[in-house]
């Protein structure tokens, strides 16, 4: 079961008089701190809808595994059209989403996965009696939103979807605490020296060279998806060259096609992903999320209690191990 994400990240963060996204929280930003937790949570698919400094954003982003799609009409509209944004593109491609407003940094990937857990077709979590976000969502509900008016924003949309809201308890205050202020900002640096510690994998691949780690594998899905590289390349922010030369030497490492090539006509070229490299990408997600769920097992085994609980006033720190 795959599991995507939407982060909404396409205002322009008007009320705050900086850009909300590229805030530091510690030493990474509000837009890292999200696309990590979901990505460390299980969501294989994170995309970001951007709109206000896009190409800013998506340049500070482009190493984090995310995809992104744009907004072009961010000025004149609101939040709940650069959601529908996202959910349309990710429709059809996820078994469960997840979406959150970027200025939301603080929940934890144990939240997701106790929303993940629940099996509700629609879900959020609630701390101290109030809601907050992620909200976990079915590919129903997300074709209900899609079809709705959008009177009164997301809220609105999900009153009227005809799906009940399960709300799931949670221990996990940085589901409440968005950033639309500077006074916001500030309680959320200080929520931020109580966060535990968490272990983050990187998985990559190599032989003689590294051949194969997670950006590159969602290019490739990507090709799969789109029929060209170029397309497949902007949506992560890779340069055109630095795709090809990551399939070259991909492909001189196996020993075998992955991305076979039609040459243009009056149509263009295209690309596709052959067999073998479905099957590469398939064998790669299988590993990686097993990986990953040993990897949590694993720290609770060796790190259970030594950084002390949710209110101490231990700093976030990342653990980051290549395999």
Request: proline share 3%.
């Amino acid at each position: 079961m795959e599991t995507g994400a939407v982060v909404v990240a396409a205002g322009m963060s008007s009320r705050m008089g900086d850009f909300k996204p590229m805030l530091s929280i510690g030493e990474i930003s509000v837009a890292q701190r999200v696309v990590a937790t979901l990505r460390q949570a299980g969501a294989e698919r994170v995309v970001v809808v951007t709109g206000y400094n896009a190409d800013e954003l998506e340049r500070h982003l482009s190493k984090s595994g995310a995809v992104f799609v744009r907004n072009e009409e961010y000025r004149t509209t609101e939040m709940f059209d650069s959601a529908l944004i996202g959910l349309k593109y990710i429709r059809g491609k996820c078994d469960r989403i997840l979406f959150t407003p970027v200025d939301v940094p603080l929940f934890t990937a144990a939240t997701v996965r106790e929303l993940l857990d629940s099996g509700a077709e629609l879900a959020c979590p609630v701390c101290g009696g109030q809601r907050g976000h992620p909200i976990l969502m079915s590919p129903d509900v997300v074709d209900r939103l899609l079809r709705d008016s959008g009177e009164d924003g997301l809220k609105g949309a999900l009153g009227r979807c005809g799906v009940p809201m399960t709300l799931v308890d949670v221990p996990d205050p940085g589901i409440l605490h968005d950033a639309d202020t500077p006074e916001d900002y500030r309680q959320l640096l200080e929520l931020h020296n109580s966060q535990l510690v968490r272990p983050v994998l990187q998985v990559s691949v190599a032989r003689q060279l590294t051949f194969l780690d997670g950006r590159v594998a969602m290019m490739l899905q990507l090709i799969g998806e789109t029929g060209s590289v170029r397309e497949a390349c902007q949506r992560i922010q890779m340069s055109y060259s630095s795709g090809w030369n990551a399939i070259r030497t991909l492909e001189n490492e196996l020993g075998f096609t992955v991305v076979s090539r039609t040459q243009g006509g009056a149509r263009g070229g295209s690309s596709s992903i052959t067999k073998e490299g479905a099957e590469l990408l398939k064998r790669y997600e299988g590993f990686r999320r097993e990986l990953c769920a040993e990897a949590d097992r694993l720290f609770e085994r060796y790190f259970a209690g030594m950084f002390g609980d949710g209110g101490s006033a231990a700093a976030a720190e990342h653990f980051e191990k290549e395999v």
